[in-house]
């Protein structure tokens, strides 16, 4: 077990390119693949990685994240010591801005100080990927490094790694410094820190639009990005469900796509992604489409690159497609009547 690591993951970003699906919920509660939520991939890697406590940060629109992760039990995080704590925003009125913002940390400072790992381990609530953090761990002591950034081919995944001593002097001085988040130190090549910048050469996506969304949630469907990140010795974990599987009625056609439990289809699904509970009539074909959960789908309609978000109602007839490059959202609990958008 790790117990050199604090996780803290960073919840309060607000991304307007996702405003379609962060309205009732943070980014980091936003369904993917089915079954998961985002936050799961970097919850998940802390645990497999031997992470025992593990702080969360959000803002606004948390009660789905909340419900979602719970007691922490489904992460293994439901502990007598450590484990999953929340602390959300005590202000509104705060602006918060960059990944590990020191304001939000210096609300909670007590919960820091009484911390016994004496590393920090800060993230995004966004990033899908599938990285164990005991390496960079290993990698940043031997470096001698007192902040090390994870980047993707040079570009910054929004994770660092700080000693937890020097992670509360930011917090302490933040107004001498100037420094408001993480991302600040870790851009200040003039600092008097020793700055490492660790790669990651495994799959890795930060979703922060639309697009991005989409075309992650599409690369699921690619045989080598699956077995990347679903791993049996590292897997993705969630809210667990108890649900009958998916009913499959004799004229159903579903190809290289993604059908969670407790939906029933009828019509034809291609390349894409299916929630639980969902619902497609008989006559109705989906193409390269994410439907989320309880959504209804009925008799006789296309989709084609469209995201449709829970608890939506498709009448039967209707008609909407768009480019792949620019995927059209149907809201949450809304419903589309006969017609055609494209």
């Known amino acids: 077990m790790n117990k050199q690591l604090l996780g803290v993951i960073d919840a309060t970003t607000v991304h307007d390119d996702l405003k379609e699906l962060s309205i009732h919920r943070s980014v980091a509660a936003i369904p993917f693949g089915g079954r998961y939520r985002l936050i799961d991939f970097i919850l998940s890697n802390?645990?497999?990685?031997?992470?025992?406590?593990?702080?969360?940060?959000?803002?606004?629109?948390?009660?789905?994240?909340?419900?979602?992760?719970?007691?922490?039990?489904?992460?293994d995080l439901n502990r007598k010591r450590d484990g999953l704590f929340f602390?959300?925003?005590?202000?509104?009125?705060?602006?918060?801005?960059?990944?590990?913002?020191?304001?939000?940390?210096?609300?909670?400072?007590?919960?820091?100080?009484?911390?016994?790992?004496?590393?920090?381990?800060?993230?995004?609530?966004?990033?899908?990927?599938?990285?164990?953090?005991?390496?960079?761990?290993?990698?940043?002591?031997?470096?001698?490094?007192?902040?090390?950034?994870?980047?993707?081919?040079?570009?910054?995944?929004?994770?660092?790694?700080?000693?937890?001593?020097?992670?509360?002097?930011?917090?302490?001085t933040r107004n001498e410094t100037g420094y408001s988040n993480m991302r600040d130190v870790a851009t200040d090549h003039d600092s008097q820190f020793h700055l490492c910048y660790y790669n990651f050469e495994g799959y890795a996506s930060m979703v922060d639009t639309i697009e991005n969304y989409f075309r992650t949630s599409m690369d699921l469907?690619?045989?080598?990005?699956?077995?990347?990140?679903?791993?049996?010795?590292?897997?993705?974990?969630?809210?667990?469900?108890?649900?009958?599987?998916?009913?499959?009625?004799?004229?159903?056609?579903?190809?290289?796509?993604?059908?969670?439990?407790?939906?029933?289809i009828?019509?034809?699904?291609?390349?894409?992604?299916?929630?639980?509970?969902?619902?497609?009539?008989?006559?109705?074909?989906?193409?390269?489409?994410?439907?989320?959960?309880?959504?209804?789908?009925?008799?006789?309609c296309l989709l084609d690159s469209v995201i449709v978000d829970k608890d939506a109602k498709i009448e039967a007839g209707t008609v909407i497609t768009a480019p792949a490059h620019s995927p059209a959202v149907i809201r949450k609990g809304s419903v589309q009547g006969v017609g055609s958008t494209s």
């Open 46 to 75: 802390m645990v497999n990685s031997g992470i025992q406590s593990v702080a969360i940060f959000p803002k606004f629109q948390y009660r789905s994240l909340m419900d979602h992760l719970g007691s922490g039990r489904n992460w």
């Open 221 to 264: 469907m690619k045989p080598d990005v699956w077995k990347e990140l679903f791993t049996k010795d590292r897997p993705i974990l969630t809210k667990v469900k108890d649900e009958p599987p998916t009913r499959y009625d004799v004229d159903a056609s579903v190809k290289n796509s993604m059908v969670a439990n407790g939906g029933m």
């Open 87 to 172: 602390f959300p925003a005590p202000n509104f009125d705060k602006h918060y801005t960059g990944i590990g913002t020191l304001d939000h940390f210096a609300d909670n400072i007590d919960f820091f100080e009484r911390a016994t790992q004496e590393y920090a381990l800060i993230s995004n609530s966004y990033t899908v990927f599938n990285m164990d953090f005991q390496p960079l761990l290993d990698w940043h002591i031997k470096s001698g490094c007192d902040i090390t950034e994870v980047q993707k081919e040079g570009q910054s995944l929004g994770i660092y790694l700080v000693k937890k001593t020097l992670l509360m002097d930011l917090i302490t």
């Open 266 to 300: 009828e019509g034809t699904v291609e390349n894409s992604i299916i929630a639980r509970g969902v619902k497609i009539g008989k006559g109705t074909v989906i193409r390269n489409c994410i439907i989320m959960q309880k959504t209804q789908i009925n008799e006789n």
